[in-house]
């Protein structure tokens, strides 16, 4: 997969964890289609360091495999934890 495949799969990928972590997430986010795209991808690379203290392949377990069960999970909570931290930073600006 080149440079552009891979862009894009994250994209989605980041769009896909981005939306199951704000619907497991009690309360209204303020934060467009765009942070919570960006917020996904984080909180995958966030879920990769979680499963690699845990003894998980880590990063490259999502690299390599990112449509597993383990890797969405694990995606999933890192980008909880990640919108949990945006929301306290920005909760004052609103």
Do not use: C, D, E, H
Request: net charge positive; glycine share 20%; aromatic share 6%.
């Amino acid at each position: 997969m080149g440079l552009i495949g891979l862009i894009i799969s994250w994209i989605i990928i980041g769009a896909i964890i981005g939306l199951i972590a704000r619907a497991i997430l009690p309360g209204k986010q303020a934060m467009g289609i765009g942070m919570t795209i960006i917020l996904g991808v984080v909180g995958a690379i966030v879920g990769g360091f979680i499963g690699s203290l845990f003894g998980g392949n880590g990063i490259s377990g999502i690299m390599s495999n990112p449509w597993s069960i383990g890797t969405i999970l694990l995606s999933v909570v890192g980008a909880i934890v990640v919108m949990v931290i945006y929301g306290l930073v920005t909760k004052n600006r609103r």
